[in-house]
């Protein structure tokens, strides 16, 4: 993911296309994680698109500028692959399997007092919560009462997979590609 900010429209289509043909149950996913994340996808683009530099859209002063549609359409292209990538996780996972796998790749980050069950825990909950329909307006209930009960589950199981050679393979895989697209 962090590879893809360099990457142009080529790159991030044939980084797209991994997830596509590898699990092409994930494609309905990803359709309602990009449903899920329109506005924020449209606030990105116009924040970008009117505040770049550079030569207006028909030549209009209220319009944005072609510098800035462009660099907001390959920003918002690169958080589509990225919503991809993650309902494909979704997908090949299960919300179980990929909060334990968040605790395990967290563990080294404990050592700086970060409290890493907390931040599982709150993920678990989120992804719990994305997992039914919302109900519209829903957020504006869960403002206005401050102190309420949420139904939540009791307890929460972690499984810890053991570490194969094969994990070291894709791990290293991952820096070399990382540091590939850092240095092109």
Same mark, same amino acid.
């Given at each position: 993911? @962090?590879?893809?900010?360099?990457?142009?429209?080529?790159?991030?289509?044939?980084?797209?296309?991994?997830?596509?043909?590898?699990?092409?149950?994930?494609?309905?996913?990803? @359709? $309602?994680?990009?449903?899920?994340?329109?506005?924020?996808?449209?606030?990105?683009?116009?924040?970008?698109?009117?505040?770049?530099?550079?030569?207006?859209?028909?030549?209009?002063?209220?319009?944005?500028?072609?510098?800035?549609?462009?660099?907001?359409?390959?920003?918002?292209?690169?958080?589509?692959?990225?919503?991809?990538?993650?309902?494909?996780?979704?997908?090949?996972? $299960?919300?179980?399997? @990929?909060?334990?796998?968040?605790?395990?790749?967290?563990?080294?980050?404990?050592?700086?007092?970060?409290?890493?069950?907390?931040?599982?825990?709150?993920?678990?909950?989120?992804?719990?919560?994305?997992?039914?329909?919302?109900?519209? $307006?829903?957020?504006?209930?869960?403002?206005?009462?401050?102190?309420?009960?949420?139904?939540?589950?009791?307890?929460?199981?972690?499984?810890?997979?053991?570490?194969?050679?094969?994990?070291?393979?894709?791990?290293?895989?991952?820096?070399?590609?990382?540091?590939?697209?850092?240095? @092109?």
């Amino acid at each position: 993911m @962090l590879a893809a900010q360099r990457f142009g429209y080529v790159g991030l289509a044939a980084l797209a296309s991994i997830p596509l043909l590898w699990s092409p149950a994930g494609f309905w996913r990803w @359709l $309602g994680l990009m449903y899920r994340a329109r506005w924020l996808l449209l606030t990105l683009w116009l924040i970008l698109a009117y505040n770049a530099p550079g030569e207006a859209w028909l030549d209009q002063s209220w319009a944005p500028t072609y510098e800035g549609m462009a660099e907001g359409s390959l920003q918002v292209a690169r958080l589509l692959v990225m919503l991809l990538w993650l309902a494909w996780l979704f997908v090949r996972l $299960g919300r179980e399997q @990929l909060v334990s796998g968040v605790w395990g790749l967290l563990q080294p980050v404990s050592v700086l007092g970060m409290q890493v069950e907390r931040l599982v825990v709150r993920l678990s909950l989120v992804l719990e919560n994305l997992q039914g329909p919302q109900e519209q $307006g829903g957020w504006r209930r869960m403002l206005q009462v401050a102190t309420h009960d949420v139904a939540g589950p009791d307890c929460m199981r972690l499984s810890a997979m053991p570490w194969r050679f094969r994990d070291t393979s894709v791990v290293v895989a991952c820096v070399a590609g990382l540091l590939g697209a850092v240095v @092109l």
